[in-house]
Each structure stands twice: as C-alpha cells, then as structure tokens.
C-alpha cells in the first residue's frame, strides 16, 4: 500500500536491489548518466533498496557513483568481503518460494534465519564487517539534505520500516541494514532491535515514490522475474511519467549467474557504464525539464 511519501516530489529515482554485482551496475549506470549531463542525483527524492541504498546514499548526497568502479583496487573503495551461507541462504528461498504463505509471517521466518546467524559465533565479527564494508562504499557518515528514504525489515517482528534524516538511525547503519540479505549478510542492530534487507518489504519499494510527477525504477534483478512487469504504468505508480532501467542482455552476461560474485563487480559496473547513453535518451526529455514546468 502506498504511504503517498513521493506526492510532493517532481523528480523521484527509485533503485532496486541486486547484490553486489547490480551494485555496480547501477553505479555504472548512474556514473555514465552523470557524465553525459543527466545526474539522478538531481532527483527530489531518492528510494534507496538494498544495494540500491548504497547507489542512493552516493547519489543522494552528490557524489560520483563512478567512484565505485574498482573496488578493492587502488581506485576505489575495498567492498566488503561477502561470505555467502549457501545452506542459510537455500532455506530463505526455501521460505520465499512458499506458496500461499503470508507475506507477513514470510518475513518473520526468514527473520528467524537472519537472527540465527547474529547469534552464531561469527555474527558479531559478520557484522562488524559489513559496517565497515558500506562505510567504504558510502564514503560519508551523514544524512544528505536532499531527501533520502532507505528501507529495512525488522528482523523479529517482520514490520518493514523506512528510514530518513529525521529518524535519528546512522546513515551507515541504514545502508547496511537494508542491503544486509538473509544468508549473504547479518541483521544489522539499530536502536536495541536487528534489521534485515529491505528488499523483502516489497522488492524495489516504488511504492514509496507514489505521486511523483517523474519516476526513474532502476531494477537490477528484473531479468530474474521476466514475468512481472517491471515497465510500470503512469496510472499504476500514481506518477505522470515513469521509467524503468533494467539490465540489457550484455549486462545479464556480464553478471554472470551468481548476483554475489565480486568477481563480477567491474564487468558489472563497465556494462551499466556502456547502458548509459541509451538510458540517457530515455531520461533526457524529462530530466532537463525545469523543476514545476508541466
């Protein structure tokens, strides 16, 4: 259901989940924009998923999603060294995949899973780990005045929550909670609770730009689920335009099959770089409208 959040924003980008390889394809992406004169960055309002909250904490606070294209080289930022649980991770979609469950009570199995692996021997290390890891890639530790929402999952109770500037949660904190997947990543601890990626609220969370008059989804993962539809309609969304960035198939090759293989990372980020002037056809008519023109 819509919270209307978006309704008084002209221009709002929408960034999906992805794992570290859409990471870098979103960063690609939104650093190739940036560089031919069309900088999501400029949006009123960013809604950031998952690794889209680390694409939008960069965007939202005017840095260079270039930035990222070589992490772990002398160019870049180290990323994080996920360690993926592969039986952890198989129960989550075990769970997911259930037909006819409650998305509810879904979210509070998985949180189950997640809460397992904070209390296991490695949790505490884990999520020390990731803290740092988003820290690295985020590149600053403050809310930007531009308006950010990133969401997350409360670990125990299921209860999705987005969280801004005004409520009192660390930037990185946010980040790392929303992008900490079940399997791949800890729950995260805010405030005496553990939250979980925020991407099992409801996938790219688009809802949360409802209203506005220009919407740009960017939804790494939508060749995964080629039956949604992921070109959503003006009327569907609540906004006058609407747009939505996905992988093209040169960037699905380059992903590979496996969304956490770092290894992945700069053929990732180089393939949404290469998106980038087509993306930019798609978003320049809209994007160079002045703020309040019709």
């Known amino acids: 259901m819509s919270l209307g959040i978006g309704a008084t924003a002209q221009r709002a980008v929408v960034l999906g989940p992805g794992g ?25 309002l960013v809604v950031g998923t998952s690794a ?25 930022p180290a990323a994080p060294a996920e360690v993926v649980d592969a039986a952890r991770l198989g129960s989550v979609f075990a769970v997911l995949g259930e ?56 670990a125990a109770t299921g209860e999705p929550v987005v969280w801004d500037r005004t409520s ?23 405030g005496g609770r553990r939250y979980m990626d925020g991407a099992l609220r409801a996938g790219t969370n688009a809802d949360l ?8 989804v960017v939804a790494p993962m939508a060749h995964l689920f080629p039956g949604e539809p992921h070109e959503e309609q003006p009327e569907q969304a609540g906004a006058r335009t609407v747009v939505t ?7 699905v090759a380059a992903f590979g099959p496996d969304l956490q293989d770092l290894a992945r990372w700069e053929p990732a980020f180089r393939a949404g770089l290469a998106q980038a002037s087509a993306a930019a056809e798609r978003l320049r008519p809209l994007w160079d409208t002045p703020t309040g023109t019709a």
């Open 168 to 190: 009192g949660v660390p930037l990185v904190q946010a980040v790392a909670a929303s992008s900490a997947f079940p399997g791949a990543e800890p729950p995260v601890a805010v």
């Open 245 to 251: 960035l996905v992988p093209d198939p040169d960037a």
């Open 20 to 44: 570290p390889v859409g990471t870098a394809w979103m960063a690609g992406l939104a650093g190739g924009l940036r560089r031919i004169g069309v900088d999501l960055g400029g949006a009123d």
């Open 99 to 154: 037909a006819g469950l409650e998305p509810g009570e879904a979210r509070r199995r998985v949180g189950r899973i997640a809460l397992d692996h904070a209390g296991s021997a490695a949790g505490p290390d884990a999520e020390r780990a990731l803290l740092a890891g988003r820290a690295a890639l985020i590149g600053t530790g403050g809310w930007p005045e531009r308006r950010l929402l990133i969401t997350a999952v409360d």
């Open 52 to 76: 889209g909250a680390i694409v939008g904490a960069l965007l939202a606070t005017g840095q260079d999603p270039g930035r990222l294209a070589a992490p772990g080289s002398g160019a870049g």
């Open 209 to 216: 730009a409802d209203g506005a008059r220009t919407l740009v």
